[in-house]
């Protein structure tokens, strides 16, 4: 259980959120929403008592698991399967017992028993623990997010981010915490995974905090809506389930607009009356009375609250390149001993649209890593045409430099352009005035997304290859994001589990991974989205 006592959370200068108390207690499934950077991220890392609020108390009863929207790990030589295992500290158990293993087969009989003595003693301890039952556990809880049994035996530095990120996702579920706290548990899962964890999050017997743009997942999971009011900086509590919420919240508007222009409507008829009164010396306190009286009448309705404000993202022409400015041949790429995929044959012509489609681990961020240079293949090669210019989004943010402001990050993208071009370009997407001092490592998961476009945007590339563009976007920015898209020019090379910004791309190409097979687009090709 969590209970939060008028909490108040503060970024830098800025207020967040005042005044929030609520409880988090078993059977509560509460969805926490509310647009980009308005503070989820920040009250998430709060309640799991990563961070302290400005003000107000945070109290934990129980064990309390927390998914990060940006995953991070620790050591990246462990095995993937060791860091599900120690969220119950199995994984130095089980270490230990195979290092007895290997020690029983010592040539020294002494060193031999101590061996079988130890293996004895912690197999033991590993039956306390739910034994040999957990591993299997862990390893179907990692198969349902899929993860196949040998990505298990990898070191986590041999995966790819959304591996990573799966493997936490089923580290916290193993935990058998009390409380969860996930942000955006849903970012680079298959449709598979996705209504896999939506039942399961479902059964969950404790209490719940998701913060998460799928709706899906919102309406199927939580019986309580809290939205995060950025223009108010309040935490709005409804006790309702997801399609209710969006009902009350509709209802709460009209009555807010009704109420405003009654107010308004007394307020001017006041004001009028008290015009004429004013004329006549003797009736001047009374005028005076009314205006005040109008006065409070309009400070009693809340003012219309601003609809989200969205980034206007228009892409400039891109720089001219030959025909087909990006090839590649019979690339293959392995890590260890598995195969990513073999022979891939990648032709992306001036403009065109292609969507890399594949199962999970099919290498579809692998390829587009390989396009954009930043990892070699194992065998054939990357050719760039006449003139071509790369621009990568890349699924972690990797391309920002988080040490840098968010200015300075625009400059080293565009350093031709003066800076009063700079500031109007990142006004275009909604880093405004002191925002661009910001170091960029402080950003929420949109605006980190936001940025990285904005950054695409200024380097006039003619080949945008974008990993997953709309994870982390609140429904505005995604709808304005996926407009502009359809709007450039130059040639996208697309990796994503959204079905709508495939559509929104209107692909004329497709590359099926780990095969290779590039075909033309065929709409039936739409359902495979969600499930790749
Ligand atoms: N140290 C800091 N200085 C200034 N601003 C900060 C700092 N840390 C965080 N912020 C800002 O606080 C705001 C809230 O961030 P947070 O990550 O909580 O948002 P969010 O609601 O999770 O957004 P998203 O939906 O994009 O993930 C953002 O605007 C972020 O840039
Ligand atoms: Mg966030």
Redesign the pocket.
Known sequence: MISARDVELR????L?LEGATFQVSAGDKIGLV????????????VLASEGQPAAGSVQTGGSVGYLP?DTMVGDLEALAVDRILSARGLDSLLAGMRAAELGMADANPAKRDAAVRRYGHLEERLTVLGGYAAESEAASLAASLGLPQKVLKQPLRTLSGGQRRRIELARILFSGSDTLLL??PTNHLDADSVSWLRDHLRTFRGGLVV?S?DTELLDAVVNKVFH?DADRSVLDIYNLGWKAYLDQRETDARRRRRERMNAERQATALHSQADKMRAKATKAKAAQSMIKRADKLLAGVSADRAPDRVARIRFPVPVHCGKTPLTAQRLSKSYGSLEVFTDVDVAVDRGARVVVLGLNGAGKTTLLRLLAGVEDPDTGEVLPGHGLRLGYYAQEHETLDNQRTILENMRTAAPDLAESEHRSILGSFLFSGD?VA??TG????????RLALALLVVSGANVLLLDEPTN???PASRAEILAALRRYQGAIVLVTHDEGAVDALQPERVVLLPDGIEDAWSPDLGDLVALA
């Open positions: 970024a830098g200068a800025r967040l509310g647009r980009n950077g308005a503070g989820k991220t920040t009250l998430a890392r929207q942000d955006e913060i743009h995060l925002d910001k170091p402080v950003l929420s998961g949109g605006e980190k997304t982390n976007l609140d």
